[in-house]
């Protein structure tokens, strides 16, 4: 059983370029989570998804981001129009139930630089 | 909204030297916690968990952390620290729509 697989594991995008973000859960799971990483920071909430429905986008900015989880294939974070401020690691996570005490498995991350 | 905070940016122990890393929360209702650790390049690894039961929980690598609901913390501790522990420490809150929320990290250097 494959964990959470995030790609690609690094992308290079010029200012003003999109950015798509791809994580594919672990078998099984439903429920998938986009958290941002900047440097010296902790992890930061984006976006919380099940199969093809937004469960909470609280921490997505406004504009230029969006996500999705189709029914079928991986979950995409898409940034459009991509800014300096947007380098950072995205970290994917993903877990089997909507229960609280579930852990989330987490993929090994998307590292963005935006040049 | 629940929320984590993480006191310690960075600790420094020496190889052998026992570890607690401090975790408060805040939420109004029963707090699912969690502990992760991240090595340098590389996604999140649970540790441990509580969410009922014994306030003081085992994890894996010989780590462990107590839940004081009357101080609010979830601090993680382990008795004698290995220099492959070197690595961030991530406390979590699971919230009403499981929408976890994490601390900003604790950076640990073991040294020899």
């Known amino acids: 059983n494959a964990g959470v697989m995030q790609n690609p594991r690094h992308l290079v995008r010029r200012r003003g370029q999109e950015a798509r973000l791809r994580c594919s859960p672990m078998?099984?799971?439903?429920?998938v989570y986009w958290y941002r990483q900047l440097p010296e920071e902790g992890l930061k909430f984006m976006v919380y998804l099940q199969k093809e429905n937004i469960i909470d986008e609280s921490g997505m900015p406004k504009e230029r981001f969006s996500a999705e989880f189709p029914k079928e294939g991986p979950s995409i974070l898409r940034i459009q129009q991509v800014v300096r401020g947007d380098s950072a690691a995205y970290f994917c996570?993903?877990?089997?139930?909507?229960?609280?005490?579930?852990?989330?498995?987490f993929g090994q991350g998307t590292r963005l630089t935006v040049v | 909204a629940q929320s984590v905070t993480q006191p310690d940016i960075h600790i420094t122990v020496s190889e052998g030297a026992s570890l607690e890393l401090r975790c408060n929360y805040s939420?109004?209702?029963?707090?699912?916690l969690f502990w992760y650790v991240q090595s340098p390049g590389q996604g999140l690894q649970l540790l441990l968990k509580y969410f009922s039961g014994d306030t003081l929980v085992q994890g894996i690598k010989g780590f462990e952390a107590e839940f004081k609901r009357s101080q609010s913390s979830f601090n993680l501790r382990k008795p004698s620290v290995h220099w492959s522990d070197a690595a961030e420490y991530f406390c979590a809150v699971n919230g009403n729509n499981n929408d976890m929320r994490f601390g900003a990290g604790t950076r640990l250097t073991v040294k020899p």
């Open positions: 996570a993903s877990s089997p139930r909507a229960e609280r005490n579930t852990e989330a498995f």
């Open positions: 078998k099984g799971h439903s429920h």
């Open positions: 939420y109004g209702a029963t707090p699912y």
